[in-house]
């Protein structure tokens, strides 16, 4: 199982970004996933999940209207759609999955929210 994260750097205020999580090992349709956060000085926080067979969907409060998770099956990939950000949205962010009772996560992306 491997999770590889992309699509993260800097942006302004108010801007977009979308991250990726490539999926190797695994089906990411048939497996809840998350993409977590964690800001210099803090725990690593959940941000989004997605579960695996209704897709539905769950957001940490502060996210909730701005941030949408999504999954491509074809491409074994889930995206995490970051729109309106904020500098306290500035973080290294991880995607997540268990696989057969063990956790996983990828190596993390930067992204800063910085004018």
């Known amino acids: 199982v491997q999770l590889v994260e992309s699509g993260g750097g800097l942006v302004q205020p108010g801007g977009s970004l979308r991250l990726s999580c490539a999926a190797s090992?695994?089906?990411?349709?048939?497996?809840?996933m998350r993409w977590y956060r964690q800001a210099p000085g803090k725990e690593r926080e959940l941000v989004a999940h997605i579960s695996s067979a209704s897709s539905s969907t769950l957001y940490a409060d502060s996210v909730k209207g701005r941030f949408t998770i999504s999954r491509d099956n074809a491409k074994n990939t889930v995206y995490l759609q970051m729109n309106r950000l904020k500098p306290e949205d500035t973080a290294v962010y991880y995607c997540?999955?268990?696989?057969?009772?063990?956790?996983?996560w990828g190596q993390g992306t930067q992204v800063t929210v910085s004018s």
């Open positions: 997540n999955t268990m696989v057969s009772g063990l956790l996983y």
């Open positions: 090992g695994f089906t990411v349709s048939t497996y809840a």
